[in-house]
């Protein structure tokens, strides 16, 4: 194996990944707003900067999940146990004697097993949940009718609840980008896409031949 720096994440993903950042931001902070925690905006000004930046994250990930299956980087986030309990032990309580991360980056598997995890369990529960609450939520006259509130409460609570979840995913995130290595090259990938990664023989060959600007 040959540790180099490679193109890890394309152009698309790291678009991708900042804009949902920015909107994330925007629908907490509305979202905060809406339930009364601080009233830097009105609430009708809340409510639709809400509804709007919830529409263009849910657009954004209807393209990202056509992307994730047409390019096949949806194994990135295969879940494995491989790796998973010494990455867990690692991040309990190694991280804070100074041990070295045991997982490297590889061509296929950018992700470390706790992670592929993460975000697979993010993608496929809260994300959904999320999307799903809130539409039900926006659509309410469609389905409440004449029918008391009390619905409308619990959909409201739900939503409020996985809006909570994703914070603290949130937070745990921006968290681990302050440990190990330092911030800057926490981050420098997801802004240039360069990264260092163990390559095959064969992968170290293939990027030098056909994507020589993918290698460094």
Do not use: C
Request: proline share 3%; no cysteine.
């Amino acid at each position: 194996m040959s540790l180099r720096r490679i193109m890890l994440f394309t152009r698309f993903e790291r678009f991708w990944h900042w804009s949902q950042m920015l909107l994330i931001m925007i629908l907490l902070f509305t979202g905060f707003g809406i339930h009364g925690f601080h009233a830097f905006l009105s609430f009708k000004i809340s409510v639709t900067l809400h509804t709007a930046s919830a529409l263009i994250l849910l657009l954004l990930w209807v393209f990202a999940i056509f992307w994730h299956l047409t390019t096949g980087t949806w194994r990135h986030y295969v879940p494995t146990t491989n790796g998973l309990w010494k990455v867990t032990k690692f991040y309990a309580y190694g991280i804070f004697k100074g041990e070295r991360h045991p997982y490297r980056k590889a061509y296929w598997r950018k992700h470390n097993p706790l992670q592929a995890l993460s975000y697979l369990a993010l993608k496929l529960f809260l994300f959904p949940a999320i999307w799903i609450s809130g539409i039900y939520y926006l659509l309410y006259s469609f389905w409440g009718g004449a029918t008391s509130g009390e619905a409308l409460t619990w959909v409201a609570m739900f939503h409020t609840a996985i809006a909570f979840a994703i914070l603290i995913f949130v937070i745990i995130h921006v968290y681990l980008l302050t440990t190990g290595h330092s911030f800057k090259e926490h981050v420098m990938p997801m802004v240039n896409g360069f990264d260092e990664v163990e390559l095959t023989t064969e992968e170290e060959a293939y990027l030098e031949n056909d994507e020589p600007e993918h290698i460094k």
